[in-house]
């Protein structure tokens, strides 16, 4: 089918105004938070899971690519559509359906902003755990696809472990569910294989969640040391005092500076490191542990434990922290994130040698990380505008990753693979992983119609699979 | 070569893969082999692949039920016992999947630390056999279930191929995540062969609540009161009058239990003490702590032993089913099952993790063959998405086809293209 007469298919299937194709307007839709940029063929945003259904038929007829999207903060290239793709943008499937306070679940759209859905069951006492830095714009259904996290995933995981169904929208169109309200369900846990999948095996319509309850006390201490080593050591003797704190956050002293310049959240200028610390719980339990980690910290050379005295002082301390990324943007155009994961006793050697990699590529590189679950984020500055530049930070992410492999850590404990780290899958997996992981792609994706071009290898996919992109009406178009 | 009665060529091979003395014949029964290791498993699989042999993983049998059909070959992973990696300041370890729960625990506890599983007879139980059945016990409450803590995990596919998922960091997305896949698939996608697991930090004081009601509504609306406190327990139970008596005679008595068990200093206790109120009846800690929860972890294999006397009564028997449902519907589940319309089916006991939805009961139903399904299948009608159902045959692991089963059939193709492994009647 040539593409004019699919945006023409994709109009009569979600409405006249719900397609953009203009040059001007696919612009906005040819990045996510990373570094990789593509334009698709057009973007279309359904309203339904029927519209998704037919959305997908179509795709699967005509051959198209097609790549869900919610609001584009992913900072692994996942939500990029391939060059003749279509993107699927969910802000149009934005409604909370249902929140059954009684079990403690809600029913939302993939479209649904993670804050949002916190902020509409604050009333009832309740809130959804994963909190990615972006949660004031990502959407649930992102969090879904890349299995996001966030600081408090340190003591209530991630979001596969806080969604208990989902309605699936599967390559040819055909409409599935998995799970329920219930914490079990019966057969495979595909609710669980799906959420991370990265958008390569279904299309995510409907998504049963967990909800939490507010805890009753929260303290959340800032542990201000003179070097990064102290603080990082101070992160195993929490641990090792028997304490598993809600967040438990990290800064170096030259990011914390760039942020405080930016968002005046009270860290001190002077210090080497700090550790963002939340505790939560029963008021009893709750004074009882910051006592301890008080005294660990100290031990562990802490210049000065301070305590948040209220919600506002608590706000600003993590205003600085959700922040971080952003406030960089005062010392560079842009920044590189990576999002390594090393064992947590290996987090000093780990921040030593992301300083080495900064002197040998001469790139600065800021650490603000969740430090309780050895979730490293270097943040390596650079101007786009120079390409040379990009190949370099790029080379340095892959040799900090690698390096995180080697400590017996991961590529990615929150972001994702998508197109940023595809080709590092190999430092983690063997063959015979991967074509295990590639045999159930097929078994769902065979064609490739959805979200092309990620989380596998660039070889193995191009050997593997027979994608769209030997479609030759799309060769045409430019893919 | 073909499957039924095993040529002495198949046995041949077994032997040279494992060993002679680890490949065991019990009269009329399945070969039992032992491999020692991921390569010999392979091995074993690729044979059960090139002879077409039906081909069981099993544990220590805990979850088997012998009334299942029967396979050629039992793989028996209970010489996969090595420690991969144990990284006690981290909070992670990786074991094989032959070891059982206790001895984990028991490697960790010496540290101070906490595997969060407590299934029935722990001292049996395999790792493995944990994954591929899901199964937990009263601390699914507090910690989760193992599919929350469960960080990596390697196998053997029924095609033959060795992989594996996650890693051993806490923290971890990389590829698709496979130990959702495996946990609870009952080995019919691959042969679990070790796990990656992170640990919690040991509560050094735990006390335990236990209040009592007259009736399963009235224990409930105190689970409720319960949930929307400020209170995190480690475990939240409910045992029923005839669970009690079941369980341990000295546990007899007329009244629902609810039994909260807390971590934590005495102003902690203390808390939980005034918050609870007068709902209290008894404290319990130490060695009569330890046995009453032990009592409870293993009330799914008493009722299992139950169900094989039951069974050579004429006349009726006794089935457990595990039911998963939303927390509110807990009480329609127990109503439903302890008053059934044709009077045919008994209710004889339950216990549950209620706060989460989960309820274990024993029913005495008619001996009729397929009187059990059409228990699950109007459970099935009435709770719709909403429910999970297990009866206590592993061997036969979804009694009614799940809604997803096309979904499940691929995942299957692509794991297990030869349908070598167990529970290929659904498939």
Not at chain 2, 56 to 76: E, R
Not at chain 2, 393 to 416: E, F, G, Y
């Amino acid at each position: 089918m040539h593409f004019p007469r699919v945006v023409d298919q994709l109009r009569k299937i979600a409405g006249r105004d719900a397609v953009l194709d203009r040059p001007e307007d696919l612009m906005l839709y040819e990045y996510d938070a990373g570094v990789r940029k593509c334009t698709p063929a057009a973007v279309v945003f359904p309203q339904n899971t029927q519209h998704v259904s037919a959305i997908l038929r179509l795709a699967s007829a005509a051959g198209f690519p097609v790549v869900a999207r919610g609001a584009g903060t992913g900072l692994s290239g996942g939500a990029i559509a391939p060059k003749g793709g279509v993107v699927l943008a969910f802000a149009r499937m934005n409604r909370i359906l249902e929140v059954d306070a009684g079990n403690m679940r809600a029913v939302v759209q993939p479209g649904v902003v993670n804050q949002q859905l916190s902020d509409c069951v604050a009333h009832l006492g309740l809130y959804f755990a994963p909190d990615p830095s972006s949660q004031k714009a990502c959407t649930i259904g992102g969090n879904v696809a890349e299995n996001s996290g966030g600081p408090h995933t340190l003591a209530y995981g991630v979001t596969v472990n806080h969604v208990s169904g989902l309605t699936v929208v599967m390559p040819a169109g055909e409409v599935v569910r998995f799970g329920g309200k219930a914490a079990e369900s019966d057969g495979f846990d595909l609710t669980g294989f799906f959420v991370g999948s990265e958008g390569t095996l279904g299309v995510v319509t409907e998504i049963t969640v967990r909800l939490l309850r507010r805890p009753e006390r929260i303290a959340t201490l800032l542990a201000i040391f003179e070097t990064v080593d102290d603080g990082a050591r101070t992160v195993s003797a929490i641990t090792a005092a028997g304490i598993t704190p809600a967040a438990l956050e990290m800064l170096d002293g030259w990011t914390l500076r760039a942020v405080e310049a930016a968002c005046q959240a009270g860290y001190p200028l002077d210090a080497g490191a700090v550790l963002l610390i939340e505790l939560e719980g029963l008021t009893e339990q709750v004074e009882e542990q910051a006592e301890a980690v008080r005294k660990v910290a100290l031990e562990q050379k802490a210049r000065e434990v301070r305590r948040a005295k209220d919600e506002i002082e608590r706000g600003l301390l993590w205003k600085g922290r959700k922040n971080a990324f952003a406030a960089l943007g005062r010392l560079a155009p842009s920044y590189y994130s990576q999002d390594g994961v090393v064992p947590r006793t290996k987090i000093p050697a780990a921040l030593q040698f992301i300083g080495l990699v900064g002197k040998k590529y001469g790139l600065r590189i800021g650490n603000i990380f969740h430090a309780g679950d050895g979730n490293l984020h270097p943040l390596i500055l650079f101007d786009p505008r120079n390409p040379a530049q990009l190949e370099l930070v790029q080379a340095a992410g892959a040799e900090i990753l690698e390096w995180c492999v080697s400590a017996g850590g991961s590529i990615t404990g929150e972001h994702g693979i998508g197109l940023e780290k595809r080709d590092l899958m190999p430092l983690l997996f063997t063959d015979d992983d991967l074509d295990v992981m590639l045999s159930l792609h097929n078994a769902f994706n065979a064609a490739g119609t959805l979200n092309p071009g990620k989380l596998f290898p660039t070889a193995r996919m191009c050997r593997e699979t027979t994608g769209p992109s030997a479609n030759p009406v799309l060769s045409s178009e430019g893919m | 070569m073909k499957a039924a009665g095993l040529s002495l060529d198949v046995r041949r091979e077994l032997c040279v893969i494992c060993g002679e003395e680890q490949v065991r014949e019990r009269d009329g029964g399945p070969i039992v082999v032992l491999p020692a290791s991921a390569e010999e498993v392979a091995a074993v699989l690729r044979l059960a692949n090139e002879c077409r042999l039906r081909l069981s993983p099993a544990g220590s049998d805990t979850a088997i039920n012998p009334s299942g059909k029967q396979p050629d070959v039992v793989l028996n992973t209970t010489r996969l016992t090595e420690v991969e990696h144990y990284d006690h300041a981290d909070l992670t370890v990786g074991i094989g999947a032959g070891t059982t729960v206790a001895r984990l625990q028991a490697l960790v506890g010496a540290e101070h630390l906490l595997f969060a599983a407590d299934p029935a007879l722990p001292d049996r139980c395999t790792v493995g056999g944990l994954l591929a059945t899901a199964s937990h016990g009263p601390l699914r409450h507090g910690y989760g279930g193992v599919r929350d803590y469960c960080i990596g995990i390697r196998f053997v596919t029924g095609g033959a191929r060795r992989a594996k998922g996650g890693g051993r960091v806490v923290k971890n997305v990389a590829g698709y995540d496979l130990m959702k896949l495996l946990i609870g698939s009952y080995g019919t996608l691959a042969v679990i062969t070790s796990a990656s697991f992170k640990l919690f930090p040991a509560p050094r004081e735990t006390k335990t609540f236990l209040t009592e009601f007259s009736g399963a509504a009235e224990a409930l609306r105190f689970r409720d009161q319960l949930m929307r406190s400020p209170l995190s327990p480690m475990c939240l139970e409910l045992v029923s009058p005839g669970a009690r008596k079941l369980m341990r005679p000295e546990m007899a008595g007329d009244a629902w239990v609810i039994g909260v068990r807390a971590a934590g200093s005495d102003a902690v206790q203390a808390r939980y003490r005034k918050e609870l109120g007068s709902a209290v009846t008894r404290e319990l800690e130490g060695d009569k702590e330890r046995i009453m929860w032990r009592a409870i972890e293993d009330f799914p294999a008493a009722c299992g032993q139950m169900s094989k006397d039951e069974r050579r009564k004429e006349g009726a028997r006794n089935v457990c089913i595990q039911i998963s449902v939303p927390p509110s519907d807990v009480l329609r589940i127990i109503n439903l099952l302890n008053t059934p319309d044709d009077r045919k089916n008994v209710s004889v006991g339950f216990i549950g993790r209620v706060g989460v939805g989960h309820v274990l009961a024993v029913i005495q139903i008619s001996s009729e063959e397929r009187e059990p399904l059409r228990l699950v299948d109007n459970l099935r009608r009435e709770f719709k998405d909403n429910l999970s159902v297990k009866l206590d045959s592993a061997s036969k692991p979804w009694p009614i086809p799940p809604a997803n089963l096309t979904a499940m059939r691929a995942v299957k193709q692509a794991l297990d293209p030869g349908n070598v492994l167990c529970g290929r009647e659904i498939f």
